[in-house]
């Protein structure tokens, strides 16, 4: 990076606000998943007018721009595989303005979203989206990849939640659009645009997002089926039966096995599911009588036993299985991929069928988990990076769990979205009219081709 | 110092299996203080494995870092994958000092820590600074506000310094109070005796109370702790057979010690020394009898202190004994053992104080930003009194107060007991 260029940026953010060592720019180059590729300067920037004076100057000097939030992206999204300047948006963490009357906050994106949800909850009110990474990952990145999570299943995801937005157009300018209305049929949906867009169309640097009141009640069942096949089919018997749960999380054998292995948490170990099942609701006895229903079905459908947890220790176990998983895979085996293919929910069985044979066939462990109540699947090949053999036999898994989903009517990504990992898949996934269309709104809002280029959409 | 071909490397483990989850970043104290990569557990796990797999230069900037870390040990908590971020950059630094070694390192942990007489000697203008008056009168003058910052909160970490070291002072064998049920050896740190003799001198009253027969050998030497931080390792080791040696000698049951960074790195012996064949029996049996005196005050049959404290009293959980010996609710049991005490939980009570030794010497920024963090939870819990028992965080804690001028007392949970203990009932 030129000299002057340098000393722009740090006019712009302040001296505090530019890391260019080799030891910063070293960690600025992954995400959440192996991929690595050094930027050639960090910007923090702590204001949208900032941001919007580092875009000027960037595209007067053509250089690439990579919004990154905390770095736990699953898709290479914030990865800046050609240089340039990472723009990271950590310290634009405040909030701005909670508005607890008309149930709606006004934030900064870079705040962790764990923060929010624990701000937003002294108050009573509830922001439901719960990706994992909720602790190590922002508002903003939330946005820019429409994170879902567990809850999504009855709450909907992150992109249900946002009301209005504030971006910073790859020219500088600032769009505003949305508002403290629901409902808002004026113009062209923007906010949906820029929901889910990965940093290719502008940064987000402001959000109002909706709330709802805190549910009081909270149910949590298990049900451990002997076959995964049945475990599969209940999903969508229990949907079936007009009950929308919060979340149903399916868990199989290669991942009860590696928890077990990796903490001991007294799962089973003979069978080849389980479900992890969660009621909410205001009423106390309705969301008794949901988990019961709930319960009947799974037992109908082939569950040896269904347990409901008795109080918050009992529940936080059972989240504590569901989430120790990835880093359960991580610790079984030097390296994991983990996708999020999504499918009709009456093909979820299938799919599961499927992925079984695949590993079958190539030899690899798959474990297979997932919000399964949303047909959100989340197949994890497990190998080792350093033998070549496997890199390419998990490649050609990949590919395949990719047209498993196609072919039932599903989708390569479900909530992680496509950053560079899932790119070489996206021309068969998406409708040749649908992605001219969307390239020729990139070409049109970032003409330039400095904002995250390579990423999302094919070149 | 080894030679350069038999180096001891950092574990592999503790950086290959990072799969770059980021969940560490959440509890970081510097990473919340800083929000970059760089300040973070994940960016110094990242680091270490480029420099040591040779993507990227072992430069000063580099090994900066991993002084950066205050080792308040939160990641290697929250790691799901159970690696141990902070443990990597201490071995990082030992790295550093095998390949560079430096000369003044060695002259301060070999020669000075590792002698107890020749700290007292050093530290001897600091308690005269004190016994002369000289410090009542800087402070009755106002001449502390003439110190630059820094200086001055260095000034605010000093207790009331004792007369003499306690070390010098300590009978090697306290007799209990009535029958001996135990007898038990009280490892007496180097702060302790240096700065909080009064505390030390609480913690074997309330052994002797509770029917413990005291031993503290005079000849045991600094844990090794300082040294370790500085990336000297091998000088910790020397410490570690010298100290299991000396408590080896006096036949007693249990090891205590009231200050948490000593007592975790006592229970680290074991481990430390697993490779030598000579020394990894005795050195697990040493670490596997040594206990905080919170821990060892809980498993026994404690006699309920009869004078009370009122007061509103706030724990703050050391890093080296929350994490370091997983030592929870020991110390908030005894406290609430008092009459009169009301317990109140602070918010972010496991949250380090920003002391890690001496980042407040060393990285005064950051160390200050997380102290204000901690004092505005202190503050919030609306606390007379903060215990905490550890004299690291007595020190931080001390200089947050005086920054705040706050009347919020700081002392170690031992202390209140004792006090209790002498009070009789009311």
């Known amino acids: ?459 | 110092m080894s030679q350069k071909n038999d180096l001891h490397k950092p574990s592999e483990n503790e950086y290959l299996s990072c799969i770059r989850c980021g969940l560490c970043l959440s509890n970081c104290p510097t990473y919340r203080e800083y929000l970059t990569e760089t300040a973070s557990p994940r960016g110094r796990v990242a680091l270490a494995r480029k420099g040591l797999e040779g993507d990227l230069k072992l430069t000063p900037n580099l090994y900066e870092q991993m002084y950066a870390c205050f080792d308040c040990l939160a990641c290697n908590e929250i790691c799901p994958v159970g690696i141990r971020p902070a443990d990597l950059a201490l071995e990082m630094r030992y790295f550093q000092e095998q390949m560079n070694p430096k000369r003044w390192k060695g002259t301060l942990f070999s020669g000075l820590l590792s002698k107890p007489k020749s700290m007292e000697r050093v530290t001897f203008p600091l308690r005269l600074y004190q016994m002369l008056g000289v410090r009542r009168l800087v402070y009755a003058l106002g001449l502390r506000l003439l110190m630059p910052g820094q200086l001055r909160d260095m000034e605010a970490m000093l207790p009331h310094l004792p007369q003499r070291p306690l070390r010098s002072v300590l009978p090697e064998i306290t007799e209990s109070h009535g029958r001996s049920a135990r007898k038990v050896g009280f490892f007496l740190g180097c702060a302790q005796s240096l700065l909080f003799a009064d505390e030390s001198a609480a913690t074997v009253r309330v052994l002797a109370r509770n029917g413990c027969t005291v031993i503290t050998p005079r000849d045991a030497k600094c844990c090794g702790m300082p040294a370790m931080g500085y990336g000297r390792q091998d000088t910790v080791l020397d410490m570690a057979r010298h100290n299991i040696e000396v408590f080896e000698k006096s036949g007693i049951e249990k090891i205590i010690t009231d200050c948490a960074t000593c007592g975790s790195t006592l229970k680290e012996y074991g481990k430390l020394l697993s490779d030598d064949p000579r020394w990894a029996e005795r050195a697990k049996s040493f670490s596997g009898r040594v206990r905080d005196i919170s821990e060892f005050l809980m498993e026994i049959p404690i006699i309920k202190p009869e004078g009370a404290i009122d007061a509103r009293i706030t724990y703050h959980d050391p890093c080296h004994l929350r994490r370091g010996q997983d030592v929870r609710q020991e110390p908030r049991e005894l406290i609430k053992m008092i009459n009169g005490a009301e317990f109140v939980e602070m918010n972010e009570a496991d949250w380090c104080c920003g002391s890690a030794g001496s980042q407040l010497i060393t990285h005064y920024g950051t160390s200050l930003k997380v102290l204000n963090r901690k004092m505005d939870n202190v503050e919030g819990s609306g606390a007379d009194i903060i215990a905490s028992g550890c004299p690291g965080c007595q020190m931080q804690l001390n200089v947050g107060v005086r920054r705040r001028r706050s009347k919020i007392r700081v002392v170690h949970p031992v202390l209140l007991l004792d006090e209790a203990y002498s009070k009789k009932g009311t």
Not at chain 1, 46 to 60: K, N
């Open chain 1, 1 to 459: 990076m030129e000299e002057k260029t340098v000393k722009e940026l740090k006019k712009i953010v302040g001296r505090d606000g530019v890391l260019h060592t080799p030891e910063d720019l070293a960690v600025y180059g992954y995400d959440g998943t192996f991929e690595d590729s050094s930027p050639d300067i960090v910007v923090l920037p702590e204001t949208t007018e900032q941001v919007s004076r580092i875009l000027q100057l960037a595209g007067r000097e053509r250089i690439p721009v990579v919004t990154r939030g905390m770095g736990s992206g699953m898709a290479g999204a914030s990865v800046p595989y050609r240089g340039g300047i990472v723009l990271t948006m950590t310290r634009m963490n405040r909030i701005i303005e909670l508005d607890e009357e008309n149930g709606m906050v006004l934030v900064e994106s870079g705040i962790i979203t764990a923060e929010l949800q624990a701000e937003v909850e002294k108050k009573g009110l509830y922001y439901p989206p719960d990706p994992s990474s909720n602790r190590q990952s922002t508002i903003g990145g939330n946005i820019a990849c429409n994170a879902g999570g567990p809850r999504c299943l009855k709450y909907g995801v992150t992109g249900d939640y946002v009301l209005g937005l504030t971006v910073v157009l790859p020219d500088g300018r600032i769009l505003k659009t949305g508002g403290k209305t629901i409902k808002d049929v004026v113009g062209y949906d923007l906010k949906s645009l820029f929901t889910g867009s990965e940093g290719t169309l502008g940064v987000i640097t402001e959000a109002r997002l909706k709330l709802i009141a805190k549910p009081d009640v909270i149910h949590t069942a298990s049900a451990e089926f002997p076959s995964l096949n049945d475990a599969s089919r209940t999903v969508n018997a229990i949907l079936s039966a007009g009950i929308v749960p919060v979340t149903l999380e399916l868990i199989d054998d290669t991942a009860i096995a590696c928890i077990e292995e990796a903490m001991s948490l007294g799962l089973p170990r003979d069978v080849e599911a389980m479900l992890i099942i969660e009621t909410d609701g205001s009423d106390k006895d309705s969301v008794a009588r949901e988990i019961e229903r709930i319960g009947a079905i799974c037992k109908e459908n082939g569950a040896r036993t269904v347990t409901v947890a008795k109080d918050e220790d009992e529940r936080n176990n059972l989240w504590k299985a569901r989430r120790s998983i990835a880093p359960s895979l991580a610790r079984m085996s030097p390296n994991k991929l983990g996708e999020d293919i999504t499918v009709p929910r009456n093909a979820i069985p299938e799919a599961v069928r499927r992925l079984k044979d695949i590993s079958a066939r190539h030899g690899l462990p798959i474990a297979v988990f997932g919000h399964a109540g949303d047909g959100n699947l989340h197949p994890n090949v497990l190998f080792d990076l350093r033998n070549p053999d496997e890199r390419a036999t998990m490649e050609k898994m990949i590919a395949e769990i990719f047209e498993t989903a196609l072919d039932l009517g599903g989708t390569l990504s479900g909530e992680h979205g496509i950053g560079s990992l899932k790119l070489p898949f996206m021309e068969r996934a998406v409708d040749a009219v649908s992605l001219d269309v969307q390239k020729s709104i990139r070409n049109l809002l970032d003409p330039l081709g400095i904002m995250n280029p390579g990423k999302a959409l094919p070149e």
